[in-house]
C-alpha cells in the first residue's frame, strides 16, 4: 500500500482547511485510515481514523482536542480519506501523518509522509 497525502499550508486562526491521502495497492475492506499529528517537542497523536466494515456502518474516531471542529470521511471509490479542519487554532500547528491499517492475516501498517499545517494568531 501506497498513501500520497495532499494539502496542508499555512492559515489563520479561525479559518478551514482541508488535507487529503489517497491509497493505492492493495486497498482492500477492512481497514482503517487516517491522520496523526506532531507537533514540535509533543508525541505523535491521533487525529481522526475512519475504520471500515464488511458488515456494517463504517466508525470514526477523533482525537480529544479536534473533536467537534474536524471530521473526517472516506471515498471508498477513490481509496481517498478527506480531513476537513474548521475553526483551526494555533495549537493544530503540526505535521500531519496519513495511516493505513490492516490487521489478521494481511496485517500492515503504512505511513505517508507528512504534510504540514501552520495555524498562525
Known amino acids: 500500500v501506497q498513501l500520497q497525502a495532499s494539502g496542508g499550508g499555512v492559515v489563520q486562526a479561525g479559518g478551514s482547511l482541508r488535507v487529503s491521502c489517497e491509497a493505492s495497492?492493495?486497498?482492500?475492506?477492512?481497514?482503517?485510515m487516517g491522520w496523526y499529528r506532531k507537533a514540535a517537542g509533543l508525541q505523535r497523536e491521533l487525529v481522526a481514523v475512519?475504520?471500515?466494515?464488511?458488515?456494517?456502518?463504517?466508525?470514526?474516531n477523533y482525537g480529544d482536542s479536534v473533536k467537534d471542529r474536524f471530521t473526517i470521511s472516506l471515498d471508498n471509490a477513490k481509496k481517498t480519506v478527506y480531513l476537513k479542519m474548521a475553526n483551526l487554532k494555533p495549537e493544530d500547528t503540526a505535521v500531519y501523518y496519513c495511516?493505513?491499517?490492516?490487521?489478521?492475516?494481511?496485517?500492515?501498517?503504512?505511513w505517508g509522509k507528512g504534510t504540514l499545517v501552520t495555524v498562525s494568531s
Open positions: 495511516n493505513f491499517k490492516r490487521w489478521g492475516a494481511y496485517a500492515i501498517d503504512v
Open positions: 495497492g492493495g486497498v482492500y475492506s477492512p481497514f482503517a
Open positions: 475512519i475504520t471500515t466494515s464488511d458488515f456494517g456502518s463504517d466508525t470514526t
